[in-house]
């Protein structure tokens, strides 16, 4: 089982539609959640973080965290062209627990047509 | 937030030679990542650059193919040594500050 698993892809969304990308982990120790966007040749950047059990939202964007379930999604509302990338999931333990280290999953590709 | 700059942005090496990336970060960070990334694939740990001491490799990677310095809190290097085409990729530094990655904009590094 890998530590972090994103739902495979590729997701196609037509534009104004809601994407839902999932992500679970192994870790239960798990701290910090992140959600990276990487379009293609880019590094990735940072869109969400959560740390706390329930909805974070920051825009089109929310972030959604359940540690019972180790799961953490996120939904692109409204999508746009602009958000077709491959979007990683990321998690962190702490400096205690898994040295502070993070680990990504393979990413899903996201694939929003006008 | 941190501002992470690499250097070279991209690279054509020639086969058997090695080539070191520089990453700077323009503010007080507590861990210094480098990540390789192969085409069409996640981004895989190589090691934590460790202030002042050796770097902490994952499995799959060794000191002898890539040291890593990290002389102070704001600067790594890695070496890529003994190129192959095995090791076109990108490599990313990474640092985190209170809680958060960051990530430089990646070296572009193709082995011919």
């Known amino acids: 089982q890998k530590e972090v698993e994103q739902n495979s892809g590729p997701l196609s969304v037509p534009e104004g539609a809601i994407a839902s990308l999932n992500c679970t982990y192994s870790d239960r120790v798990s701290q910090s959640f992140f959600w990276y966007r990487q379009y293609s040749g880019k590094s990735p950047e940072l869109i969400m973080s959560i740390y706390s059990n329930g909805d974070k939202e920051d825009g089109r964007f929310t972030a959604q965290l359940n540690k019972a379930s180790q799961y953490v999604s996120l939904l692109i509302r409204d999508s746009q062209p602009s958000d077709s990338a491959t979007y990683l999931c990321a998690v962190k333990g702490s400096a205690n627990t898994n040295a502070g280290k993070s680990t990504f999953g393979d990413g899903t590709t996201l694939t929003v047509k006008p | 937030s941190a501002v992470i700059s690499q250097k070279p942005s991209r690279d054509i090496c020639q086969r058997g030679t090695s080539l070191t990336i520089q990453c700077q970060v323009d503010s007080q960070v507590t861990m210094m990542f480098w990540y390789r990334q192969q085409p069409g694939q996640s981004l895989t740990l190589i090691a934590t650059?460790?202030?002042?001491?050796?770097?902490?490799?994952e499995s799959g990677f060794v000191i002898d193919k890539f040291p890593i310095s990290r002389p102070n809190l704001t600067f790594s290097t890695l070496t890529v040594s003994n190129m192959s085409p095995e090791d076109s990729s990108i490599y990313l530094c990474?640092?985190?500050?209170?809680?958060?990655?960051?990530f430089g904009e990646g070296s572009w590094l193709t082995v011919v």
């Open positions: 990474s640092a985190t500050g209170w809680d958060t990655i960051y």
């Open positions: 650059a460790n202030q002042g001491s050796e770097a902490t490799y």
